[in-house]
Structures are given as structure tokens and as C-alpha cells.
């Protein structure tokens, strides 16, 4: 699974893909890059990536999407707005929460699920 992540930073690293993520995503990009590393350093190598890569948009610009993915599917609010924002670009939800992938499949947004899936 690391791997197949690996060839997709990569992959948007180089421009063949394009980031799009809430600005909430660096909240758990900081938490979970922290947690298994416990460096600094490596946290801020992670900003430093996304910052560069990655188209980011607001909580506010993806309120309004939210609040109707969540009245429909009613899975948690955090996972609610990485759908709205995959659905307002346009984009794969690519994930590795299995509850998310499926009520993002279910609803309709294109999705993949990064251990099972071949995304290449």
C-alpha cells in the first residue's frame, strides 16, 4: 500500500496528477505524518509537499456541497467534505477508509480504495 501511494505522490509530484484537497487535509496530514514519524522535520517536509502540489480549497468554498452530501449519505462531517471536494473538482476520491469508499461509491463520486485498487 505504501508503494501504490508512493507512485501517486510521485505521479503528482511530476504533474501527471493534480491534487485537490480541503485545507482540512493538513490537519491530518500533520497528525498522521507526526504520529508514525515523531519528527519535525518530516512534518514539515509534508506542508512543504502539499503546499507545492496541491490545489487547496476552503471549508467555506465546500460548505454548501457538504451540507448536501451529509444530509444524503450522513457519514461524518470530516469525511463529508473530502467528497465535496472530490465532486467539486471533478476528481477521484482516492482513500483507504473502507466506510468512506463506500458511502462515496453509493452516493456516486468517482472512487477508489488505495488497497484494493489499482490506480495506475
Given at each position: 500500500?505504501?508503494?501504490?501511494?508512493?507512485?501517486?505522490?510521485?505521479?503528482?509530484?511530476?504533474?501527471?496528477?493534480?491534487?485537490?484537497?480541503?485545507?482540512?487535509?493538513?490537519?491530518?496530514?500533520?497528525?498522521?505524518?507526526?504520529?508514525?514519524?515523531?519528527?519535525?522535520?518530516?512534518?514539515?517536509?509534508?506542508?512543504?509537499?502539499?503546499?507545492?502540489?496541491?490545489?487547496?480549497?476552503?471549508?467555506?468554498?465546500?460548505l454548501e456541497k457538504s451540507i448536501e452530501i451529509g444530509t444524503k449519505t450522513k457519514v461524518s462531517g470530516f469525511d463529508v467534505i473530502f467528497m465535496a471536494c472530490a465532486e467539486v473538482t471533478d476528481s477521484i476520491l482516492i482513500t483507504d477508509d473502507g466506510k468512506m469508499y463506500k458511502k462515496a461509491l453509493d452516493y456516486g463520486l468517482k472512487v477508489k480504495l488505495l488497497r484494493e485498487e489499482q490506480l495506475e
Open positions: 500500500m505504501h508503494k501504490k501511494a508512493k507512485r501517486i505522490l510521485l505521479k503528482i509530484e511530476s504533474g501527471f496528477y493534480k491534487n485537490h484537497i480541503p485545507l482540512i487535509a493538513l490537519i491530518e496530514i500533520v497528525c498522521v505524518i507526526a504520529r508514525l514519524t515523531n519528527d519535525n522535520d518530516s512534518v514539515k517536509l509534508a506542508l512543504s509537499f502539499i503546499d507545492q502540489n496541491s490545489e487547496m480549497y476552503s471549508d467555506a468554498y465546500l
